[in-house]
């Protein structure tokens, strides 16, 4: 018996994207436009460092105008929203963010708001995810977009599938949760409440974890032939990088499934950047 | 053998809140503070003017000033915006909402995205919605928050349970899926291009209805002991009031249903009132 198992492998498809992410970039140019984003990162914690520095990476490969901007950690909430309220009005950037977690003496939700819905390329504040809902998006957490954007590519059709979320956070179940039912899929949200999870997940053609859980799910949770899309990072017993999802368990059970690293991680950064070029094209309609 | 159904009768629910509310209005009265709900109404649509009527008498009977704004058909989109900014800075105004439909000249986004979101009493803005699903609601659809209200009432605890939603609107089913998730309900969405509704909704502890299809959810559809809550308003082939789920077929295999008419209907309204009063009950705190 051959068992014929296709990876997901977000890396291949995020350099893939590239190619074309680059040529959009470079016909804006030709338009005298470049593309700009923005990222301010308070503070030095070295995970935001890290998530920051992959952002720029990605950006200035793709020939977009990258602009870091550092506060210390004593920054006020005031000098914070300046800075953003100068964002929102500059001509050369079409979107940018402010890099999570916020020392505690600064409002997230206060500083979340100040972005204006049209640069806010996180798709984190109230409009944007009110937008998201009502069917009208303007921009999209990345996470989730890059999780369609992957699967589109494998041309996986999203209409009348059994999509089962495990994980209700706002970054990645809940939106995850907008985009699919917003193609036709029939979704269901589980969490830390849900009681009978190994039940409905068995019943699942699609299958996304956002638990943050090492090796969480089994075979026994995963429905012959389902789809399987691994969101967690975590660590295994000895230290290495693995999913929520027990991959050598599962993956024969599976018909498609994200190993990682390399699954859903590089579309992050793709989704994003793709954002932004999209929000770049939006200047030659006004 | 006893079979013990128990209905969920919104309409008794309701009375019995009005009487909670009326103390409410009394007391805001007695500082001074009389609760403002406006409701716009363009052109001469016989169903809005209904249920304007209906929100009208309500709220009057629990003390509350209600101003009903009319325009003719053919008012222009700018004065419609200009009355919305209007109320949007009138201190005497808690909430209010413009009754749809408008007229095919009037963008109703455009319209309904100029309502400020404190005031915005329906809950259809984007900056609603998105507060609504970030968990932090300011206001709530009353559709969905009179379900809540109403399982309050009996004292259902969502926490665990598995809900199935039939149907997505923005009206109903989206954020009667947002609040339900709140309460720690593993929740599921479900419309038209859903493949197995059958075996989904017949897994389900709480069933909510909201399609528009005369009697269409039949007994075959129902877990035995669900609460089966129907938001249709439909006619019957005798032309006859009814809902979306056929009561008599049902009706012994549910723990808790509710009737139509008499069961979400009356809610509807008594969320909305609620909301206008605790925005007015908010003025105290600023």
């Not at 970039?25 to 593309?35: A, M, N, Q, R």
């Not at 798709?123 to 989730?144: C, D």
């Not at 809940?174 to 969490?191: D, G």
């Not at 390399?262 to 793709?270: E, H, L, Q, S």
């Amino acid at each position: 018996m051959v068992i014929s198992v296709k990876l997901l492998e977000g890396k291949k498809v995020a350099q893939a994207l590239d190619e074309t992410m680059a040529k959009r970039v470079e016909s804006l140019k030709e338009k005298g436009i470049t593309p700009g984003l923005a990222v301010v990162l308070v503070g030095d914690n070295s995970a935001s460092a890290v998530y920051v520095r992959n952002k720029q990476r990605r950006a200035e490969k793709l020939g977009i105008n990258f602009q870091l901007i550092r506060f210390e950690e004593s920054v006020t909430e005031q000098e914070l929203l300046a800075k953003i309220d100068e964002l929102n009005n500059d001509s050369a950037i079409d979107g940018f963010l402010v890099q999570l977690p916020l020392p505690d003496h600064i409002d997230e939700d206060k500083v979340n708001e100040a972005i204006s819905p049209n640069k806010d390329v996180d798709g984190f504040t109230p409009i944007s995810v009110g937008n998201l809902w009502i069917g009208t998006p303007m921009t999209k957490p990345a996470t989730a977009s890059g999780i369609l954007m992957m699967l589109d590519h494998y041309n996986v059709d999203l209409d009348g599938k059994n999509v089962v979320i495990i994980g209700r956070s706002n970054i990645v179940g809940k939106p995850t949760a907008a985009l699919m039912l917003e193609r036709n899929a029939t979704v269901t949200i589980t969490h830390s409440h849900t009681k009978n999870l190994k039940e409905i997940t068995s019943k699942a053609d699609v299958l996304v974890v956002a638990i943050g859980r090492a090796k969480f799910i089994t075979q026994d949770y995963v429905k012959d032939q389902a789809i399987v899309i691994d969101v967690g990072m975590d660590r295994d017993e000895n230290g290495k990088l693995c999913g929520d999802v027990d991959f050598d368990d599962v993956k024969d059970k599976t018909s498609m499934i994200t190993p990682v690293p390399g699954g859903v991680g590089p579309m992050t950064i793709t989704a994003l950047v793709d954002q932004v070029i999209e929000l770049a094209e939006g200047r030659i309609n006004g």
